[in-house]
């Protein structure tokens, strides 16, 4: 309960100081953080009554966050969250990070939502570039995991990846692309690719992607 009470205490606390300055709040750079702007938000707590507050979240460190006195701060203790709804997505924690529910159901499907920081480029052999990965930058701002809700410097630019789950039968399965997912549905391979490539389904989509899930569904009932 010491940890549901100081999560609470703290959205609150956050939420009051929003409610006075929500018009002024602005992030400057977010390519970090999955929703372009803060938004009222719902978290529905373990055991506890609901609360409301101004969230979002960083798909470079994998953390729900929250603004308070301007600055942006992790949410501690995802165990002691049931959900989360920010602009009627519906996120639920899985481990230390959180997941996106896109379909719940006999099959429930969901969207990891990651990033990597990458620099600009240092100069290269015959006047191109090298890219340098998050490492670095993290090492040289010596700043530790609260580098990720700062202001980027300028250049640095945040690639996005999408990896979907699958929760099905008490397993979970990850996947990126056509070959991937087949595989997890054994023996219906050949129904699935036809209607792949019937619907000209993208794997980059996620409502292609909610589409052919529940087409898996019926085929299994």
């Not at 549901?4 to 953080?33: C, D, H, M, W, Y």
């Amino acid at each position: 309960m010491d940890g549901i009470r100081k999560v609470i205490l703290t959205i609150i606390f956050s939420g009051l100081v929003l409610k006075i300055n929500a018009q002024t709040e602005q992030i400057e750079n977010p390519t970090q953080f999955l929703i372009p702007q803060f938004s009222n938000s719902i978290l529905k707590m373990k055991g506890s009554k609901d609360i409301t507050s101004m969230l979002n979240y960083n798909i470079v460190s994998g953390k729900m966050v929250f603004i308070r006195n301007g600055q942006v701060f992790d949410l501690t203790n995802p165990e002691t969250v049931d959900t989360i709804f920010i602009n009627n997505k519906l996120f639920v924690p899985k481990g230390k990070v959180f997941y996106e529910v896109l379909l719940k159901g006999t099959i429930v499907l969901y969207i990891q939502h990651k990033g990597n920081i990458v620099d600009p480029g240092m100069p290269a052999a015959y006047g191109g570039t090298s890219q340098v990965s998050s490492s670095n930058y993290v090492s040289r701002m010596e700043m530790g995991t609260s580098v990720y809700n700062m202001k980027l410097p300028d250049n640095f630019i945040v690639k996005s990846e999408q990896v979907y789950w699958i929760s099905l039968s008490n397993n979970d399965y990850s996947f990126v692309n056509e070959r991937q997912f087949i595989k997890i549905f054994n023996g219906k391979e050949s129904e699935i690719k036809k209607y792949i490539k019937a619907n000209r389904t993208k794997f980059e989509n996620p409502a292609d992607i909610i589409n052919l899930v529940n087409y898996c569904s019926e085929l299994m009932k």
